[in-house]
């Protein structure tokens, strides 16, 4: 916890271009539309925009020719950039409840998913900053019970009206809950076998299967919450094909996402076209620099994006 108490007061939107932004270099080409967009989208969302244009990490000065509108035009790119992420990760998504349930059912039971001996045994943090291991049980059942609470589907409400079993068959429970629950559930299965089926669908290896299933969950909570994407770090890093590495791929920045969901979709629908639109759209803001999510300079000169 940091010592210094924090007292900065709220600014009003003139003084956040007066004392905040003019001052530090920043140019601002038009007054009145600069304020527009401060009271639609709001100083600290755009200013995370204009971070990569400051003169170093230790100082908060602009570069020289650094303006407003820079950070609008970043800020714009982001939004379609988010758009079409979640759009992807959507039908990834379907595809990959398919599999789990499909392999789930197969290998345990319409109920399997409801015995604790199908996960890895529960093991709570053993000092401050260290992870839990395997599944808390307990809470695994607290969250499957509210999720048929919350659940609106006819198919649950003609369940219970008809069968006296007290667990939803597996094809039912993983329409219901989230996503990260089904990362969670697959990560922590006892039996590999499953997890290895599961990665066989997806043309990956058990390792990748769970490190891109986080990471996916990670980038569509950041997308759903209309988190920034462009310059961001990302603090759940996908593992790596042995390409990917030897092209120099990093695993902290957006290219690696969009070369996961790239993956991805070439197992699920070969014939999406959203390739051809990723690469539109990174090629049709030729302004906004690419750097910040490590795409290489030749990029669009690279498998996977070469062939659209």
């Not at 990834?92 to 349930?101: K, L």
Request: hydrophobic share 40%; glycine share 6%; charged share 20%.
């Amino acid at each position: 916890m940091g010592a210094i108490p924090y007292n900065k007061p709220a600014l009003t939107y003139e003084q956040q271009l007066d004392l905040k932004l003019i001052p530090r270099g920043l140019v601002i080409e038009d007054r009145a539309r600069a304020l527009g967009w401060l009271r639609r989208v709001g100083y600290y969302r755009l200013s995370g925009y204009l971070y990569p244009y400051r003169v170093s990490a230790v100082d908060d000065n602009f570069r020289a020719g650094a303006t407003f509108d820079t950070a609008v035009s970043v800020y714009k790119f982001d939004c379609e950039l988010r758009l079409l992420l979640l759009q992807a990760i959507d039908r990834i998504e379907v595809a990959i409840r398919a599999s789990i349930t499909y392999h789930l059912g197969h290998e345990l039971g319409p109920f399997g998913h409801m015995n604790p001996a199908s996960y890895k045994p529960y093991v709570p943090p053993i000092a401050p900053g260290t992870s839990a291991q395997g599944l808390d049980f307990k809470d695994f059942c607290g969250k499957v019970v509210n999720a048929e609470k919350q659940s609106s589907e006819v198919f649950v409400t003609h369940y219970r009206a008809k069968y006296s079993n007290p667990d939803l068959p597996v094809w039912m429970l993983t329409e219901i809950v989230s996503f990260g629950f089904l990362s969670r559930l697959t990560e922590n299965l006892i039996d590999k076998h499953i997890q290895r089926k599961i990665a066989r669908d997806f043309g990956l290896s058990q390792s990748q299967l769970l490190s891109w299933l986080q990471s996916l969950c990670y980038i569509r909570n950041v997308c759903a919450h209309h988190g920034r994407l462009w310059n961001r770090t990302l603090s759940v890093k996908p593992e790596l094909t042995p390409k990917w590495r030897k092209q120099g791929v990093t695993r902290d920045r957006l290219y690696v996402v969009l070369l996961m969901i790239l993956h991805l979709l070439e197992q699920i629908a070969p014939r999406s076209q959203w390739k051809k639109r990723m690469r539109d759209q990174l090629l049709s803001n030729m302004d906004v620099s690419l750097s910040p999510m490590n795409c290489p300079d030749d990029w669009y000169q690279r498998e996977p994006w070469i062939a659209v």
